[in-house]
């Protein structure tokens, strides 16, 4: 096995999804099927069970885990070792409160792995050099590069009785106590049966959301990636197929730091090879093109 390998298996891990552990490693998602069969090989046990969507972990691979991360940590640790400090340049990067963890370590690993970049981070209306926005955040002068598309889901106390049902309707939520997250994207499941919601309170942040939840509070409508992976509280969809694109937003005027020049080039790279003919394409992103005019935002 070699590092390039466990970089693809932790992917995999962290993505539960080939397709959306290729993208985040900038390659086809044949490279990491390929890899993961050579583990899978080499260790003589199965680490991934493959379903409709996307793949689980096996003991093995939850015990494996552990010690590759510790190598490619290890390795990543030895290669900054005997470098030679480089003059660094300040890249400012935007964020919208509303990314999950998951996904935003995948995001910031490939610009915090660079020697000659200091990093700076801040809320998406601030002034910054990029942002990773929701589409729907978009300004009229910026470029869109898209990253992923993800669904609103319900996030429930386990034991609560809704959980009982597979999907959920606005009528189902009407008289529930409803965790609201400053963000006006619930509106378009809810629609005219917003005046009859019962907000027990207004969550800052997605952790604290899913935090309140777990407590029993009420119930709140998310973005999938959020909800996703948390053993405290339980995921239900809605009957509103409500969606964001979210994505790297750039403004055409301002000429681009070499880094995020780089991020954008792979970014695009990955497009292409997702559209190659024969592939499964998980998403159709659209080619970065400026806005014609802002819109009201939603899933910052």
Known sequence: MDIRELRYFAAVYRERNLTAAARACFVSQPSISTAITHLEAELGTTLFIRHKKGVAPTASAEQFHTLARR???????????FRKPATKTTVTLGLMRTLDVPRTIALLKPLTARSDIALRLVGSDERADARIIAKTMLRADEHFVALWSERYV?????????TLKEKLRAADLAEVP?????????SAFFGRNAQRRQTAAIAQSEDWAMALVAAGVGIAIVPEGVARGNPDVAVREIEVKV???????????????DALKDFVAKLQKQRKVDRTPGRRIARKAPSPSPR?????????
């Open 292 to 300: 014609p005019r802002a819109r009201r935002a939603a899933g910052s």
């Open 71 to 81: 190598i490619i940590d290890e390795a990543d640790a030895a290669r900054s070792l």
């Open 243 to 257: 969606r964001r694109e979210v994505g790297l937003a750039y403004r055409a005027s301002a000429p681009l730091a």
């Open 154 to 162: 319900a996030a429930l106390p386990p034991s609560h009785p809704l």
């Open 178 to 186: 409803l965790i609201d997250r400053c963000h006006c994207e619930q």
